[in-house]
């Protein structure tokens, strides 16, 4: 029999959670789920195939480059991660183009940040070695991908830290799990029950508190949780809602140091690919970029299912925060409409299902995902400690390449269940 004398808490069941709830039970803790949803996932959010035609994802959808851990996942679950190809399209307000707009000064770009010894932010890097009138069309677009692509400030966001995706053209191997990430939530799910994981759902975490031998934790609805230790998982906005004691609080104040993007995610499913139809050039189409409302737009190229993914990334969502699904669905229509000189109207009229989120909005996430400051790997070393019966695990804590992605979560998760184990 295993050993159940030991109870973790582990709060949040998205990724990392459900990936530390299992790595823990099958070595024979015992072990709890806490989660606010009445779902479990987090930012991985499946949406009905009955309403997009397939499964598709209304948070994380793309695997980004090697991911080692999440197609291992997929392996053991039976899923499959297929490599998606297509080409980038950009619309500068007049004409469609293939062309990189950084391009012609890739040369120069990369030069700069391949010898940069000492981090800055981006918004410096670029006011240092590219600040003429010359250079204005690659700042627009450094800052537009800084922006649309990482979700994050180019005020604050490390310029090391982008300098691989930079050096990368910004277009790492990218592919899609078979099904959505919700097959692998599924999965995860399935094996924590297995092995005996008690998953606790719409219980809102409000404080944790150290008595002389035991960890208490409060739920909102005054469910109270007596263990060992505790494991936070939860995005980092939400690290400043909960009551923590003295020694993990000034830990926990680390995460200032770790950005924090807000995304807005639409997805339009239509009667039919019109936008093939009326311009054949398109008909490779993954990514469009633009400087519309909504600025970044996705097919599921080379699938057929006639569905535009419209995405809004980064600090300036927060001047779309006033609008609720069906304003950020109209938002969307219009910047197509923008884009492609067709009447909103016409378009409207071939939508058959519309989803959108303003991920800033959700009470239980205040953001999509995590980026780089020039602080932030010392933050994470910080938050990473140990020391104490708190821990903090979760994409943002991750301190390897792809910070903010779900092999992030993954692997953060799996590193902190190896912490325990081994201590």
């Not at 109870?7 to 803790?29: D, F, K, S, T, Y």
């Not at 932010?121 to 250079?135: C, I, K, N, S």
């Not at 919700?182 to 606790?200: P, T």
Request: aromatic residues 6%; hydrophobic residues 45%; proline residues 4%.
């Amino acid at each position: 029999m295993p050993d159940r004398s030991e109870h973790i808490v582990i709060v949040g069941a998205g990724a990392a959670g459900l990936m530390v709830a299992r790595q823990l039970a099958r070595a024979g803790r015992r072990v709890t789920i806490l989660e606010a949803r009445e779902r479990c996932g987090g930012r991985i959010n499946p949406l009905p195939a009955s309403e997009f035609g397939y499964a598709a994802d209304g948070g994380a959808e793309f695997v980004h480059g090697e991911a080692p851990i999440t197609r291992g996942l997929a392996r053991e679950a039976g899923l499959t991660v297929r490599t998606i190809g297509g080409a980038q399209w950009s619309f500068d307000g007049t004409i469609f183009s293939r062309e990189n707009p950084r391009e012609p000064y890739d040369e120069q770009l990369h030069a700069a940040v391949k010898d940069l010894a000492d981090d800055l932010t981006v918004a410096d890097f670029l006011r240092q070695h590219f600040a003429g009138p010359e250079h204005a069309r690659l700042r627009h677009a450094v800052e537009r991908m800084v922006e649309g692509y990482d979700a994050a400030d180019p005020a604050r966001a490390s310029t090391l830290a982008l300098r691989d995706e930079w050096m990368n053209d910004g277009h790492a191997m990218q592919a899609r799990l078979d099904g959505g990430y919700g097959g692998l939530i599924d999965f995860l799910l399935a094996e924590c029950r297995k092995s005996g994981v008690v998953i606790h759902l719409g219980a809102v975490v409000t404080a944790i508190e150290d008595s002389e031998s035991k960890v208490i934790v409060r739920c909102a609805d005054g469910e109270l949780q007596d263990c060992d230790r505790v494991i936070l998982t939860v995005p980092l906005p939400l690290l400043r809602e909960i009551a923590l004691p003295a020694a993990a609080r000034e830990t926990a104040a680390a995460a200032r140091d770790i950005g924090f993007g807000g995304v807005i995610k639409i997805l339009l499913r239509f009667t039919r690919p019109w936008w093939r139809e009326r311009r054949r050039e398109l008909a490779d189409m993954l990514f469009l970029l633009s400087d519309e409302t909504i600025p970044v737009w996705w097919t599921r190229h080379p699938d057929r299912h006639p569905v535009l993914t419209g995405w809004f990334g980064g600090p300036r969502t927060a001047g779309l925060a006033h609008l609720d699904q069906k304003g950020l669905i109209d938002a969307g229509l219009a910047s197509l409409a923008a884009i492609f000189g067709i009447p909103r109207e016409e378009i409207a009229q071939d939508l058959v299902a519309a989803a959108a989120a303003n991920w800033a909005n959700d009470p239980y996430a205040r953001g999509a995902y995590s980026w780089a400051t020039p602080r932030t790997r010392a933050a994470q070393q910080i938050l990473a400690r140990a020391d104490g019966s708190i821990l903090f695990s979760g994409e943002a804590v991750y301190r390897g390449r792809d910070m903010g992605t779900v092999e992030a979560a993954l692997a953060s998760g799996l590193e902190t269940a190896g912490v325990i184990l081994r201590g």
